[in-house]
């Protein structure tokens, strides 16, 4: 079982819907997880940051974790071309290493 | 000062050369890392380093050698190395786990091409 997975496939979204991408993860001990934004050719950009159960909003960004079902989710709101990058989720595990999932494309269509 | 400083931003060695990859930050984080990012996958952990120590090697290949030499700055040194390095090589750093941990933040990468 990978350590964070998130569903595969770019997601479309047309200009000013939600995005929704979730993800899950296998160490049931993690207590820090983040939601990092790369655009193509640079480097990953932290967004997001949770570390209790339920939601947390900066902006139109919420990020939602669930501790009991292992999951973590992140909604754009009024979603931007701008907002057109891949998504990694990532979790802090033991030993101070930050796993990645494979992260989801996502592509604003105005 | 919130940010992790890379150099050089680009990099063509050939397979015989020696080079060496740096980072520096000033935000007081602990612990520094190096990653590395192939085209379309997720950044993959190299190395980290705590205190100015080496805590984990992920079985990367001699070819491949960190060196932290103070708190501020971390080096990659890179010897022999094959076409198939060629990737986006990532620092971060953050704080240690138990105090603040917060998210890493990232440098900007060196776009490593080997010829």
């Known amino acids: 079982q990978k350590e964070v997975e998130q569903n595969s496939g770019p997601l479309s979204v047309p200009e000013g819907a939600i995005a929704s991408l979730n993800c899950t993860y296998s160490d049931r001990v993690s207590q820090s997880f983040f939601w990092y934004r790369q655009y193509s050719g640079k480097s990953p950009e932290l967004i997001m940051s949770?570390?209790?159960?339920g939601d947390k909003e900066d902006g139109r960004f919420t990020a939602q974790l669930n501790k009991a079902s292992q999951y973590v989710s992140l909604l754009i709101r009024d979603s931007q071309p701008s907002d057109s990058a891949t998504y990694l989720c990532a979790v802090r595990t033991g030993n101070n290493r930050l796993a990645f999932g494979k992260g989801n494309q996502v592509v604003v269509i105005p | 000062d919130t940010e992790v400083t890379q150099t050089p931003k680009h990099l063509v060695m050939g397979m015989t050369n020696k080079k060496s990859l740096k980072c520096e930050q000033h935000?007081?984080?602990?612990?520094m890392y190096w990653y590395k990012q192939k085209a379309k996958k997720p950044p993959e952990l190299m190395f980290v380093y705590s205190y100015e120590k080496l805590s984990i090697n992920e079985s990367v290949p001699s070819r491949f050698s960190p060196e932290c030499p103070n708190s501020s700055l971390l080096n990659l040194h890179l010897h022999a190395l094959q076409p198939e390095d060629s990737a986006l090589y990532l620092c971060?750093?953050?704080?240690?786990?138990?105090?603040?941990?917060?998210?890493?933040?990232f440098g900007s990468g060196t776009r490593l091409t080997v010829v």
């Open positions: 971060a750093s953050s704080q240690i786990t138990g105090t603040d941990p917060g998210g890493y933040t």
């Open positions: 935000m007081g984080h602990r612990a």
């Open positions: 949770i570390y209790s159960n």
